[in-house]
């Protein structure tokens, strides 16, 4: 008998400013959904979007997770080093006629777009995007949170793997980086459940295999937004790990026993682990902070 796959999950933030309470809670649901499954928990940083990189990030996100006791596999990995895998994944999209250049603007466009350059000649010589021909493909996927997923992947047209100024898109970079990585289990926030349709058709084009995928809720406000750098997130105070581990602990509906307040970051972990239950979670696809 076979001997099963080993799980390998990731956590894959932006170096676009310190860890706060949303990034906090999706690391530690995808750290504890790997460890409770005995596998690999793979940090990678996705720094491709170099306009939006703050100096100084990474090493706040690698302090934040080490002061709170997740501890991740391997060498931390970077986007910005697998350039060169990405482009010749594009060449050879290029070669196979999957992707053309295209030059519109994205402003004033409407979601879907109308595929103006895909029968068009573009001069390279001008700054161009480039983008992935679909078709009528309907993409269905059982998330292990949120059930049956269905999604007609034309809803919005040929989208892009490379911008305009040259930067990767994420569809196409985090498609690449869990193939480069062998990664099998993606946990990550509900906001992303829209991408994956785009993500799971890009790996059925390149013949990859498509991950499990879990989306855990996403913490919103008082006023019903999404906890992020853009709503101007409070980074969190990690004077007191143990805390932010039991509160984090409490927003995933884990119920910690009163008495691991007083707990040790490890103590509070190892329970966690034990005792890890991703289905309250089920069909939750926001959380109020």
């Not at 990690?238 to 490890?266: D, G, M, W």
Request: hydrophobic fraction near 35%.
């Amino acid at each position: 008998m076979p001997d099963q796959q080993i799980y390998i999950g990731r956590f894959a933030p932006s170096p676009t400013g310190p860890l706060h309470l949303g990034s906090i809670f999706t690391a530690l649901a995808s750290y504890l959904q790997a460890r409770s499954c005995n596998g690999k928990w793979l940090l990678r940083i996705d720094d491709l979007d170099t306009p939006r990189n703050i100096k100084g990030s990474v090493d706040n996100i690698l302090r934040a997770l080490d002061t709170l006791g997740l501890n991740w596999d391997e060498s931390v990995s970077f986007q910005s080093q697998s350039l060169d895998s990405y482009q010749e994944v594009l060449d050879k999209l290029n070669k196979e006629e999957q992707i053309y250049p295209c030059r519109c603007s994205r402003k004033g466009q409407t979601a879907r777009y109308d595929g103006f350059c895909r029968h068009n000649h573009i001069n390279l010589e001008i700054p161009h995007a480039y983008r992935v021909k679909t078709d009528d493909t309907v993409i269905s996927f059982n998330d292990e949170l949120q059930g049956l997923m269905t999604y007609p992947i034309d809803e919005q047209g040929d989208f892009i793997l490379k911008r305009k100024d040259q930067i990767i898109a994420y569809q196409f970079a985090v498609v690449v980086d869990d193939q480069l990585q062998a990664v099998n289990h993606v946990v990550r926030g509900c906001d992303l459940l829209d991408s994956t349709p785009k993500q799971i058709y890009l790996q059925k084009l390149l013949g990859y295999k498509t991950p499990v995928y879990m989306h855990v809720p996403i913490i919103i406000d008082e006023e019903g937004f999404k906890l992020s750098k853009q709503t101007k997130a409070l980074a969190v105070d990690f004077k007191r790990p143990s805390e932010v581990i039991f509160y984090v602990l409490s927003l995933l509906k884990q119920n910690p026993p009163k008495e691991f307040q007083q707990a040790t970051v490890t103590e509070l972990l190892d329970w966690a682990i034990e005792h890890w239950s991703p289905m309250t979670l089920k069909n939750c696809k926001t959380i109020n902070n």
